[in-house]
């Protein structure tokens, strides 16, 4: 019996065509998206499988300035250390820093340079935390001794080819020779921990400068029991108060799991690239959902949609002794065939669509996903699942007619059947409305931060990496720039706006024990005419001032305040001039001068206290502000100028407005997913509501034939047809409105500067969804009106 439900099945796809090719189609488009989907959400779920990954955490600093809370996953360097040696319970420790505290490294090998992003310094312990797969070395010795790295395997065979590197050398920076001590095992695209070089910690010179205050080291641990987390997190109050004393209450350490280190990391400052948001996929569960239940909703309404044409199919197979049970088996059988169908194209479709979910979303999902275990068990859940919903309602439908109803032409319509697709292709475009609004906010958002005054001016600004020169090639690469004729003018920087300022606490006086945390930035140069800074008082740093003899010979250094900082001092710009605040980056440093307020730092967050400096530190970037002209031929002139001072160095540079625009870039991709995804999604409901015209326009088949006999036109029935769907969309659209507006608003509110919601966006939303829905249905409309009224009235 099954096997002839099967077989008339196959027969019935094969018999209406068109019919079989919408409903796969529109099922195989919802199937791609979702799959893909899941296959994302599968991976992100498969990060940081390393072995004793139940016993393995990361520090976390809680820091509360001046009433503002924030998390950090570096620590100060001395807190591994000093954990493992008085909990026992701690089994390893490694401490980690990424190179130049973010910045590219240089490697040299023979005559090859290479710029490396992902060199990251580590304790031996690492090895161990992370489980290293050393292909080549001793695991516990290979990173014990100075002066030694650890290559990954394809770093490896980049620098040496198929030879063995084991105890060759490597040149960092110019200046640093390293030993490779072991090659390990690429690090899998579901790791946090994202290193592609490993020197040994002991190399970078801050396994002998331990602090309490430089919390810049994330550091991981490996307890012998993961209950032992209480019992560690409980003393970490204690050490704190012991070493630092009474500063150290604005903050307080945690353990994070590394179970939780990848999802729940999105408000954590951390070195990684590879942060998740588990909020983000949740969201992505809700719209895989959401896209199948729209699939399964397009199947409903055309196959009941088609009622009509099968009620005499139904009506002879109840006259010769049919009953329900096996009609409801014959139409699942249908659904099942044509779901299998879909769920083959759709995951063809999906495994198309990898690079190009890729490209838009900036994410890295492979195809060994499509190997994970639940993948594979979801599918058989998935196609009974999507047989059993998209099945149901058309199948009951079907069954129910009695055998008069299924045998008389044009009876077998019921009230509540209609009032039940109508629902859902409401759903439908309420969903799509909800996903075009999202669209029209995003993109908004992202052009008010494009175009947003920050306060200084970052175009034709190019910042060149100094990372690999000292400080007379410094100076002599500095001169050959400043005399090109492209060339404005120039400052040699720690940092620019986004990247590579430091971190300090700014008091009040002594009494003001928590303070307000500010950014420095280590200056030599014409810092305000490169970024176009306002100067509201005062004047800019120098270079470093020879000494006051009322200061015991000591260096004197300047600073310069922006506006915040000074409010936060309760004092106005021409008050602070001369003053030595508690800033601790010197004891000899004053105030000469106050700049406007400008954004650092991207809109996600508000303006802080800022101060640029001159005090000793090393300068990493030289700032270049350069005249507008052939960009290729200035860039070319200052590559030219950059190797005639270090031939052997590379020309690392990125230029300040495209920096400021990776700041987004995330965001960005999300609002290209979006679009991507909403696009998918109208589409998916137009073939509803395509289906659902189609069987209005057959049901009204009689009516629509009078009409015309009493002197309708094709204009005016067009226009009656069509609106009912308006009338549908105009629900979907007012459904539709709160909840965009408290789903988008919770989205903008992750920036501190935002724009407004305006009620022209939802409008346009929903203009975009009527054209649409006219669109869709005006081919059923025009087709209905111009029928002959003969053909519909014969039978009368």
């Known amino acids: 019996m099954i096997r002839n439900h099967f077989k008339t099945a196959w027969r019935n796809l094969l018999k209406n065509k068109l019919f079989s090719l919408l409903n796969i189609f529109g099922l195989a488009l919802g199937l791609a998206a979702a799959l893909l989907l899941s296959l994302f959400i599968i991976q992100e779920h498969s990060f940081d499988r390393f072995t004793n990954r139940e016993k393995i955490f990361r520090y976390i600093a809680h820091i509360t300035y001046n009433g503002t809370n924030m998390l950090w996953a570096g620590v100060p360097n001395a807190i591994g250390p000093t954990v493992k040696e008085n909990m026992p319970e701690v089994q390893r420790s490694a401490r980690t820093l990424l190179n130049g505290f973010g910045d590219n490294a240089s490697i040299r090998v023979g005559e090859d340079a290479f710029i490396e992003s992902r060199l990251y310094w580590a304790d031996p312990d690492i090895v161990e935390i992370f489980d290293l797969n050393l292909l080549h070395g001793n695991r516990k010795t290979a990173l014990t001794e100075p002066n030694t790295i650890l290559l990954s395997e394809s770093k490896a065979k980049q620098y040496f080819g198929n030879e063995n590197p084991l105890n060759k050398t490597v040149e960092l920076d110019r200046n640093t020779t390293l030993k490779v001590t072991g090659v390990y095992a690429d690090l899998p695209m579901t790791s946090t921990f994202d290193a592609e070089l490993i020197g040994s910690f002991s190399t970078s010179g801050y396994s002998k400068n331990i602090t309490w205050d430089n919390a810049s080291f994330e550091t991981w641990i490996m307890l012998r029991d993961p209950d032992d987390r209480k019992k560690v997190e409980s003393y970490l109050p204690k050490m704190i108060e012991d070493h630092v004393g009474s500063e150290g209450t604005y903050y307080t350490l945690s353990l994070q799991p590394l179970a939780d280190v990848h999802q729940y990391s999105t408000e954590i400052n951390t070195y990684s690239n590879r942060k998740g948001d588990a909020s983000q996929l949740l969201q992505l569960t809700y719209l895989a959902i959401a896209l199948l239940l729209m699939a399964a909703i397009n199947y409903m309404n055309l196959a009941t949609a088609r009622a009509q044409q099968r009620s005499k199919e139904v009506g ?286 991207s809109l996600h967050n508000p303006m802080g206290a800022y101060a640029f400096t001159n005090t000793p530190q090393r300068l990493r970037y030289l700032l270049v502000r350069f005249a507008t002209g052939d960009l290729r031929t200035t860039l070319r002139q200052y590559e030219q100028a950059f190797k005639q001072v270090v031939p052997d160095a590379p020309f690392d540079y990125t230029f300040l407005d495209s920096h400021l625009e990776s700041l987004y870039l995330a965001d960005r991709q999300t609002a290209s997913v979006l679009l991507a995804f909403s696009i998918l999604a109208v589409f998916v409901g137009c073939l509803g509501l395509f289906g659902l015209a189609a069987f209005t326009a057959e049901k009204r088949t009689k009516e629509i034939g009078v009409r015309k006999v009493l002197g309708a036109t094709v204009t005016s029935l067009v226009r009656l047809i069509s609106l009912d769907f308006v009338k549908l969309v105009v629900v979907a659209f007012v459904i539709a409105c709160p909840l965009s507006y408290w789903g988008f608003s919770r989205w903008l509110d992750n920036f501190a500067y935002r724009i407004d919601i305006q009620w022209w966006m939802f409008a346009a939303a929903g203009l975009a969804a009527v054209v649409i829905a006219l669109l869709t249905v005006s081919f059923q409309a025009i087709k209905a009106a111009v029928a002959n009224p003969v053909e519909s009235l014969r039978d009368e």
């Open 316 to 601: 002879v197979s109840k006259t010769l002794g049919a009953r329900r049970k096996g009609l409801l088996s014959k139409f699942y059988a249908e659904t099942a065939v044509l779901t299998f169908i879909a769920i083959g194209i759709g995951l063809a479709l999906a495994v198309m669509g990898i690079p190009i979910f890729n490209a838009l979303s900036g994410k890295t999902l492979t195809y060994d996903t499509l190997s994970h275990p639940i993948f594979w068990v979801g599918l058989p859940l998935l196609w009974l699942s999507l047989t059993l919903i998209s099945g149901l309602y058309p199948a009951l439908v079907l069954s129910s007619y009695t055998p008069l109803e299924a045998l008389q032409k044009g009876k077998v319509t019921r009230a509540g059947s209609i009032l039940f697709r109508r629902a859902l292709v409401v759903l439908q475009f309420s969903a799509s409305i909800v996903l075009i609004v999202g669209v029209v906010i995003m993109h908004r958002q992202m052009d008010f931060m494009s175009h947003r005054k920050l306060g200084y001016n970052p175009e034709n600004v190019l910042a060149i990496n100094l990372g690999s020169l000292n400080e007379q090639e410094r100076d002599a690469l500095r001169n050959r720039i400043g005399a090109l004729a492209p060339t404005r003018s120039t400052v040699v920087s720690q940092a620019f706006p986004g990247k590579g300022e430091s971190s300090h606490t700014l008091r009040k006086d002594d009494s003001d024990k928590q303070g307000a945390m500010f950014y420095a930035n280590r200056v030599d140069g014409d810092i305000e005419e490169v970024l176009e800074l306002k100067l509201l008082a005062g004047r800019m740093v120098k270079e470093r001032v020879d000494s006051d003899t009322t200061q015991e010979g000591g260096w004197i250094f300047e600073m310069v305040l922006n506006k915040h900082a000074v409010d936060y001092l309760g004092l106005i710009p021409e008050e602070v001039i001369g003053k030595k605040p508690l800033a601790g980056i010197g004891d000899n440093t004053y105030v000469v001068g106050v700049v406007d307020n400008f954004n650092y730092a």
